[in-house]
């Protein structure tokens, strides 16, 4: 793998005007992202998560602030741009009227791609996208996890080699959401593809990108692997329970942390090997439990404010 | 080919290819136009007092300009829909010229408006209606151009109510029924009052309306035919430039 820079921003900034208020969607980006690198932007809804996306993939001209985009300027090269990248947006990629095989023709067509290249590509990504069976069929008719695997597909037909994707398992049950993102990593792993990603699924970050940046209120607050995010910003929580107050401020005054009733609670790093530790110093612990932090730990480290509440009551959502 | 082209027959390939798929929707969607024809044309008959044969004369080509009118001013609607969904949104990430996106989609309006025409003016010609087979083929071109030029307005208008639906079928239904009317299509407007008749002259769709009527009835030669061609062109030119233009600002 090369370690090139394929994203490069610099003080990437969009303000839009909605009813006479100037809003700050997104202040001062700066972004480097490595060819190869699998990012995951995430924040809750209206973070400016998806401003910085349709920036970067030259859908939305940025107020002020420069980018280049797998080499070409996102303002003055913006065809340049949209030749060598991938994207899959937030809805549905395919025309509503449209049969499967057929959108992924005119796709390839889009892209300058001969007929004959087209097809056998359209093929290859009906196959390995399981929609071969599906290819005459007409888009309207399709489930909602058969039309997000199209939008991959067809994201994918002029093999880029960097791919954006926008929320991508919004709206898809646990299987389907699984099944996504096994063939994100596949392509990842077979043709070393750069995938950038936002997401508000803190599980998905958690578990499949190799770095996450975290976005809220339109500036980016965080940006390191998930492992680092989560033992600077939040630490492992060890609870021990005793038989009596007593025991417990005992142990306080000998191993720190705070005592409240019966149990007493330390936030540490690595707490996998403090804990055996604990509990051969302290005879009197009657329960343990470890918990180990959560990228949701971390964004309340951040911010104050939980991520879960914030997904759920926020919905607003900057359309441009 | 340069790009342009290349970029706006792939966008009117890909809207033809759910006509192509499915050919018989060109034949659902004549069902408004047969209503007219079936409803309409015998009450014009039965006021007009003239032979059946010369009220369908006039009545005929006014329904083939309805097609035009009726097909390509719901047309914007599908670029709505699409922008909604998000797959407008994909094309304006590929490497497409802007212009091509609003180009081939108005071109490909003209595809079923003279397919369906044609079935229509056959369909009438067993209960008396005359045709110049020349004038047939003239006048369809005049409709695609027509709708063309209409094809690209209602695209013009999806783009600019983009952000609040209602405002394009609000807008929509507010124009093609005086359009219609105020162009002599379905009752002439001889003896229509002076303003009405003054609204008619602003209305290039007048022009069509009569240019086709001479068309098919062989007059081929005549002015009417001319003007009918410059209203369409000067729709057309319009119709393409707004349509252009409201692509590039809305992308």
């Known amino acids: ?320 | 080919m340069s790009t342009i082209t290349t970029d706006t027959w792939n966008v009117l390939t890909r809207e033809l290819r759910p006509v192509l798929r499915d050919p018989f929707s060109l034949i659902f969607s004549l069902v408004q136009p047969l209503v007219f024809l079936g409803l309409f044309g015998p009450l014009l008959v039965a006021t007009s007092g003239q032979p059946a044969a010369a009220t369908l004369q006039s009545f005929v080509p006014g329904i083939l300009v309805m097609i035009a009118l009726f097909g390509t001013g719901t047309t914007g609607s599908n670029l709505l829909y699409e922008m909604q969904t998000g797959s407008h949104e994909r094309t304006l990430v590929a490497p497409i010229s802007r212009s091509s996106l609003l180009v081939g989609r108005a071109l490909k309006e003209m595809v079923p408006i003279m397919v369906q025409a044609c079935i229509i003016a056959l369909v009438t010609i067993p209960f008396g209606f005359s045709v110049n087979p020349i004038g047939l083929a003239l006048g369809l071109v005049l409709l695609a151009l027509f709708g063309l030029g209409f094809g690209a307005l209602s695209y013009s208008l999806a783009l600019a109510s983009r952000n609040n639906d209602w405002m394009f079928w609000g807008i929509q239904q507010a124009t093609l029924f005086p359009l219609m009317i105020l162009s002599g299509m379905l009752l002439p407007l001889e003896h229509a009052p002076q303003w009405m008749q003054v609204a008619a002259a602003f209305n290039p769709i007048s022009y069509v309306v009569a240019a086709e009527r001479a068309l098919l009835s062989g007059d081929l030669a005549s002015m009417t035919v001319v003007w009918g061609f410059v209203a369409a062109a000067v729709l057309a030119v319009i119709g393409l430039s707004v349509g252009i233009r409201a692509m590039k600002k809305a992308a």
Request: aromatic share 4%; hydrophobic share 40%; glycine share 10%.
């Open chain 1, 1 to 320: 793998m090369t370690t090139d820079t394929i994203i490069t921003a610099r003080g990437l900034t969009k303000t839009f005007t909605v009813r006479k208020a100037v809003v700050e969607a997104v202040t001062d980006l700066d972004l480097d992202v490595q060819r190869g690198e699998l990012v995951a932007f995430l924040g809750p809804n209206g973070a400016g998560k998806s401003t910085s996306l349709r920036m970067l993939t030259t859908l939305l001209p940025p107020t002020s602030g420069t980018a280049t985009v797998v080499g070409h300027d996102i303002a003055r090269d913006p065809a340049g741009v949209r030749r060598r990248i991938g994207y899959i947006g937030q809805g549905t990629s395919a025309g509503h009227n449209q049969r499967v095989r057929d959108e992924l023709l005119s796709q390839g067509a889009f892209y300058g791609m001969g007929r004959r290249a087209a097809a056998t590509r359209a093929d290859e990504l009906l196959e390995s996208l399981d929609l071969a069976p599906l290819a005459t069929r007409k888009v309207l008719g399709l489930s909602g996890g058969q039309k997000r695997r199209l939008d991959i597909a067809l994201g994918l037909i002029h093999s880029p080699e960097l791919l954006f994707l926008d929320e991508p398992s919004t709206g898809l049950d646990p299987q389907s959401r699984a099944n996504l993102w096994q063939h994100i990593l596949d392509l990842r792993r077979e043709h070393g593809t750069t995938i950038f990603v936002t997401t508000h699924f803190l599980e998905e970050a958690d578990l499949f990108a190799e770095r996450v940046l975290v976005m809220d209120h339109g500036r980016m607050i965080a940006d390191d692997t998930a492992g680092n995010l989560k033992t600077t910003l939040a630490g492992d929580v060890i609870t021990l329970g005793f038989a009596s107050e007593a025991d417990a401020r005992a142990a306080a005054a000998r191993a720190g942390g705070t005592a409240a009733g019966s149990s007493l609670s330390l936030t540490v790093d690595h707490g996998e090997l403090v804990l055996p530790r604990l509990l051969r110093e302290l005879d009197s612990v009657t329960s343990a439990t470890l918990r180990q932090p959560t990228l949701d730990d971390v964004f309340l480290a951040l911010t104050g404010r939980s991520l879960r509440e914030d997904a759920a009551t926020s919905k607003e959502e900057i359309n441009a």
